[in-house]
């Protein structure tokens, strides 16, 4: 079974930089989707960005030009490269692996916490 832990989160202000990155256990396969979504309190779970095998992404409107996602090649971590921060990018961020651009994979990390705030 396909484990995922995330680190990275905290408090910034806004236009500030933050990377989540996400670990994922001895079972990950390189070919599978890896991708990041987010919760913000009172709002159903939303993704913010995929990444399949080949290259093709897939972003939240909102955070296109602004957060990346990316991959190290034969690693078994993945990232979220968030620049110019805004308050409304205040979050749960997931880490999720095996799913395509249109549906999340079975494996969850815990979650981790962003905070935008002057």
């Known amino acids: 079974q396909v484990r995922l832990v995330e680190s990275g989160g905290g408090v910034v202000q806004p236009g500030g930089s933050l990377r989540l990155s996400c670990v994922v256990s001895d079972d990950y396969r390189g070919s599978e989707t890896v991708a990041w979504y987010r919760q913000r309190v009172g709002k159903e779970r939303e993704l913010v960005a995929s990444?399949?095998?080949?290259?093709?992404?897939k972003a939240l409107e909102s955070v296109r030009g602004r957060f990346t996602i990316s991959r190290e090649n034969g690693a078994r971590t993945f990232y979220l490269q968030m620049n110019d921060l805004k308050q409304e990018d205040t979050a749960v961020y997931y880490c999720n692996y095996g799913g395509t651009h249109n549906r999340p994979g079975d494996a969850w990390g815990p979650g981790t916490q962003v905070t935008v705030s002057s």
């Open positions: 990444l399949m095998f080949g290259g093709s992404r």
